[in-house]
């Protein structure tokens, strides 16, 4: 018997010892074994069933895990997940359609489930697609841009600022900070000028003509009545009191008598051709006159 006969005659399970002769074998590690002990010693539990998967089934395998074709289904549905997108989730897997229904949440815009790869949008504990997180007025989507809540609703910044945003009297446009308040109207700092002069009044005291705004000089050159005596502004701004008679105006403290000097508030008194003079006075220039 030649050597090559020999060993066909000794074509054993590396195993049990058993003759391959004739039977199925599986080759490992360049030893050979029958079925039985393959499966005995090198076969993986299935995930689903617990049982051996043997050498005559497909094995499908994910993540270092087995399972038998016919046990590789959705553990939500139950639907074979063979050749069909799959996600795995705890230890179980799931076909896309209910990894997406369990998982995944829903738009609180559409109310439709999320996808994988879907980009949330996720603001005050609620979550939208991207297209459906969009401002109230003009419905485009806000994307990562800037926007303002109003009553619960989003609202773009743009929008805001043309609807909703105070705009400056003068100028028209937003006052994003700051800004002073004249007759309930908004105007910028820098926009609240006077109305002849242009100088800026933020801070500083004025009056109105006519509801258009004047600084306190150019209110007082334009439309105060004038002194009798000391020919300035008479603007009755601050408390400042003042004296009219027969058309002509004075300051309380220019209103005093030609002659000595002294006030005539709350006095009688004399216009003598345009000079004003107490009782006292008055009778002394009649004596000289007199005389």
Known sequence: MSKQQWHATHFNCFNCNNSLTGHRYVNRDTNHYCL?????????????CGQKIGTDVKDLSFNNKHWHEQCFNCSKCKKSLVDQQFTQKSDKIYCAQCHKETFLGKCDGC??????????????????????????ECKKPVGTKSFIAKDDK???????????AKKCEKCRKVISMGGITYKDTPWHKECFVCTHCKKPMSGERFTS????????????????KKCAKCT??????GGTKFISFENSNWHSDCFNCTGCKTSLVGKGFTNEGGRILCP???????????H
């Open 36 to 48: 039985k002990c393959y499966e005995k010693l090198f076969a993986f539990p299935c995930e689903h």
């Open 111 to 136: 109310n439709q489930h999320f996808d994988p790869g879907d980009k949330k949008m996720e603001y005050q504990g609620k979550n939208w697609h991207e297209k459906c997180f969009t401002c109230k």
């Open 154 to 164: 989003v609202i773009c910044q743009p929008c805001y600022e043309d609807k909703y």
């Open 209 to 224: 003509k006519d509801n258009n705004p004047y600084c306190i000089n150019c209110y007082g050159d334009l439309f105060a």
């Open 232 to 237: 300035k502004p008479i603007t009755g701004l």
């Open 280 to 290: 006292d006075c008055t009778n002394q220039e009649a004596q000289v006159k007199g």
